[in-house]
């Protein structure tokens, strides 16, 4: 049974960078579109962009400027890199997986990890 | 941009009773190629990630019990359980993807 799993600091000082990655377990990273969502709290979810296994990206417009994805298929897991944080920042970060043949609806979450913007 | 919105806020309803949401697109979201309107639902539980319901707005996603049904055409989607279980408790999203992918503002199902 295929699972992800975020991890990183749950604790970001503003301007800094938010670094998570989420690991693939019980499956192959091949073939699938991976995908970073967050929900601010008590807030509606947030597509942030997803990450192909070949390497392919694409973002929300709205966080383009400051978002990178990456994808390590030797190591079956993905990162998202958030720059210049803010408070705005703060949420539940989840990693997600698209249903196979589809790209933007997501079929497979971690459990998400919650990470505070605050110095 | 597309938005989603989402109605009502909050719900309650009867154990045993119909529940029904909706969902209202600021534009359209049929996707030619297979004239179907880009459309997923999810249900999620405090503390849980989302779970997917439903795809191309009335697919099914396995698992999910037949008392959950999706529906709509046009800029309107539903998303109806038939009859209402106590597990059914959640907030239930509907999410776009016919360009950037879209979350509608959540719907608070209690009972």
């Known amino acids: 049974q295929v699972q992800l799993q975020e991890s990183g600091p749950g604790l970001v000082k503003p301007s800094e960078t938010l670094s998570l990655t989420c690991t693939v377990s019980g499956g192959s990273i091949s073939d699938y579109y991976w995908s970073w969502v967050r929900q601010p709290p008590g807030k509606e979810l947030e597509w942030i962009g997803y990450?192909?296994?070949?390497?392919?990206?694409n973002f929300n417009p709205s966080l383009r400027s400051r978002v990178s994805l990456s994808v390590d298929t030797s190591w079956n897991r993905f990162s998202l890199k958030l720059r210049s944080v803010t408070a705005a920042d703060t949420a539940v970060y989840y990693c997600?997986?698209?249903?196979?043949?589809?790209?933007?609806?997501?079929?497979?979450w971690g459990q998400g990890t919650l990470v505070t913007v605050s110095s | 941009d597309i938005v989603l919105t989402q109605s009502p806020d909050s719900l309650a309803v009867s154990l045993g009773e119909r529940a029904t949401i909706n969902c209202k697109s600021s534009?359209?979201?049929?996707?030619?190629?297979?004239?179907?309107?880009?459309l997923a639902w999810y249900q999620q539980k405090p503390g849980q990630p989302p779970k997917l319901l439903f795809y191309?707005?009335?697919i099914r996603e396995s698992g999910v019990p037949e008392r959950f049904s999706g529906s709509g055409s046009g800029t309107d989607f539903t998303l109806t359980i038939s009859s209402l279980q106590a597990e059914d408790v959640a907030v239930y999203y509907c999410?776009?993807?016919?360009?950037?992918?879209?979350f509608g503002g959540g719907t608070r199902l209690e009972i």
């Open positions: 990450v192909h296994y070949t390497g392919n990206t």
């Open positions: 997600a997986r698209a249903a196979r043949g589809a790209i933007y609806y997501f079929h497979l």
């Open positions: 534009q359209t979201i049929l996707y030619s190629p297979n004239n179907r309107n880009s």
């Open positions: 999410q776009h993807y016919y360009t950037t992918p879209l």
């Open positions: 191309w707005t009335s």
